[in-house]
């Protein structure tokens, strides 16, 4: 299943822009039980998403889907991607080089669109039970899709970990040219590969200058 289609409903006009000098933009206000402008994306059973404990909260037992947001963004101008999230556990069964266990506990997409198909990117900061911090992979489906294990392992699991990435830094390295407009960004948690159970909460999402 290629997951990374997430990336064909970026295709459309992307109808929201930026403007002003604004030094953050928030992209999730989960903490608010706030889905403006977020939708839904099934592949393949479904991810239950609801508000809890003043976040979003994803419950997955062998389903994956996940909540998008369409977006246009210069991340030159806004590099810095902050958020914050939890999970209960990683999954034993997570292979992150493999179709058959392309899971992750829990996900953030930062999807750069361009004008074919076949040239659109992504970055997939994941919350992983295998990859090393820091380190990162090319999806098992499409090259054009790159994982980074922001975290790793359950040493953090039960407790709220807060992060920080350059996404116009993180771009230029694993893709060695400058990022076109963020178009979308999104968050899933699934176990659709690896038939496992897992939940994970997401807190807000902001980009902000440096």
Do not use: C
Not at 33 to 47: R, Y
Not at 85 to 98: F, G, N, V, Y
Not at 183 to 192: N, P, Q, W
Request: glycine fraction near 8%; charge should be neutral; charged fraction near 25%.
């Amino acid at each position: 299943m290629l997951k990374q289609t997430l990336t064909l409903l970026f295709l459309l006009a992307l109808s929201s822009s930026v403007s002003g000098a604004a030094a953050e933009i928030p992209l999730a206000r989960f903490s608010k039980s706030d889905l403006s402008g977020w939708s839904d994306k099934t592949f393949k059973g479904k991810t239950d998403y609801s508000f809890a404990d003043g976040a979003l909260k994803a419950h997955s037992v062998k389903g994956a889907s996940g909540k998008i947001k369409k977006v246009s963004i210069d991340t030159r101008n806004y590099p810095k991607l902050s958020w914050s999230w939890r999970i209960d556990h990683t999954l034993r069964h997570e292979d992150a080089t493999r179709k058959s266990g392309d899971d992750f506990a829990a996900r953030v997409y930062v999807i750069f669109p361009r004008t074919f198909f076949w040239r659109m990117r992504a970055i997939n900061y994941v919350w992983s039970g295998k990859l090393p911090v820091g380190s990162h992979t090319p999806s098992p489906h499409t090259a054009n899709a790159v994982s980074i294990a922001v975290e790793s392992g359950d040493a953090k699991a039960g407790t709220w970990v807060f992060e920080e990435r350059n996404v116009y830094e993180d771009y230029k390295k694993i893709f060695g040219e400058d990022p076109p407009l963020m178009g979308g960004i999104a968050v899933m948690t699934d176990t659709d590969d690896t038939k496992e159970e897992v939940t994970a909460w997401y807190g807000d999402i902001t980009l902000s200058s440096e």
